[in-house]
C-alpha cells in the first residue's frame, strides 16, 4: 500500500479542526521554545497544547520538522531587523540598531540562536534564508567598516557569538532582573561599535547575593 509522506500531508488543504489543531501546536511550540530552549520534545508540546501526542506526529514527524515550521518566521523576524537596521542615516548607528535588536530578540526567546545555527540542513529553504540574512548582516558590517565606526577585525560571523553571551546572562537573571541583560549587551556592543557620544553605562551590577544565585542556579 503506498504511503504519504510528510510533505505530501503539508500539500494537502487542512480541515478547519486540523487546521486549529496545527495553529495551537505552532503555537505552543513557538513558547515552549522560547521560554525551555531547543530541548523541548514533541511529547511536551502536546501536552502543552491540550493534543493527543498521536495529533502532534500527525503534523510533524520529528523535531525537525517542527523547527522548519517555527525557522521561517524568526528568519523574517531577523530579516525586518536587519531591513529597519539599514534604514539608519550612518553605519554606526544601524550596526548599533542591529545588534541590540538582535540581542533583545535573544533576551526573550532563549531557542533563536540555538534553533537558527543548527537548522535542518536538509532544508533547502532554510538554508537560504539563513544564508540571505548572513548576507544582509554582512553588508551592515561592511558599511559600519567604511565609516571606521567598527572595531578593526569584526565580522558579521562574531555577532551569534556576542547573541549567545548576553543570552547567557539574561537566562540567568531573569527572575531578580529581567532588564540586567542590557547593561552587559551595552558593554559589548560599545565595544565593538562604540557610540558617536558617550552614555552612562545603563541599569546596575547585581548585589552579591543576587550574583552569587545567577551564577550557581540552573538558567531561568
Given amino acids: 500500500m503506498p504511503t504519504t509522506s510528510h510533505a505530501d500531508r503539508e500539500a494537502r488543504p487542512l480541515r478547519a479542526d486540523a487546521l486549529r ?58 530579516s525586518a531587523l536587519v ?6 542615516p550612518t553605519g554606526r548607528e544601524a550596526m548599533r540598531a542591529y545588534l541590540l ?12 540562536a540555538d534553533v537558527i545555527v543548527r537548522a535542518h540542513p536538509a532544508s533547502p529553504a532554510l538554508r537560504r534564508d539563513r544564508d540571505r540574512i548572513d548576507a544582509e548582516m554582512t553588508a551592515l558590517v561592511d558599511r559600519a ?16 557569538m556576542l547573541v549567545v553571551m548576553v543570552g547567557a546572562v539574561a537566562d540567568r537573571t531573569r527572575a531578580c532582573d ?22 552612562p553605562l545603563r541599569g546596575r551590577p547585581l548585589e552579591r547575593q543576587e550574583l552569587e544565585l545567577a ?6
Fill in 83 to 88: 531591513e529597519r537596521a539599514a534604514a539608519c
Fill in 145 to 160: 567598516h567604511r565609516e571606521g565606526a567598527l572595531r578593526e577585525g569584526f565580522q558579521a560571523r562574531d555577532v551569534p
Fill in 21 to 78: 489543531n496545527r495553529e495551537r501546536i505552532l503555537a505552543t511550540a513557538r513558547r515552549l521554545f522560547a521560554e525551555r530552549g531547543i530541548s523541548v520534545t514533541l511529547n511536551d508540546v502536546a501536552h502543552e497544547a491540550g493534543v493527543g501526542v498521536g495529533t502532534v506526529y500527525r503534523r510533524f514527524p520529528d523535531k525537525h520538522a517542527l523547527v522548519d515550521a517555527l525557522l521561517s518566521a524568526k528568519f523574517e523576524t531577523l
Fill in 101 to 112: 535588536g538582535a540581542l533583545e530578540l535573544r533576551a526573550s526567546d532563549r531557542a533563536l
Fill in 178 to 199: 529581567p532588564d540586567l541583560w542590557r547593561r552587559y549587551g551595552q558593554m559589548l556592543i560599545d565595544g565593538v561599535c562604540p557610540p558617536a557620544v558617550e552614555s
Fill in 215 to 220: 551564577l550557581n542556579a540552573a538558567p531561568a
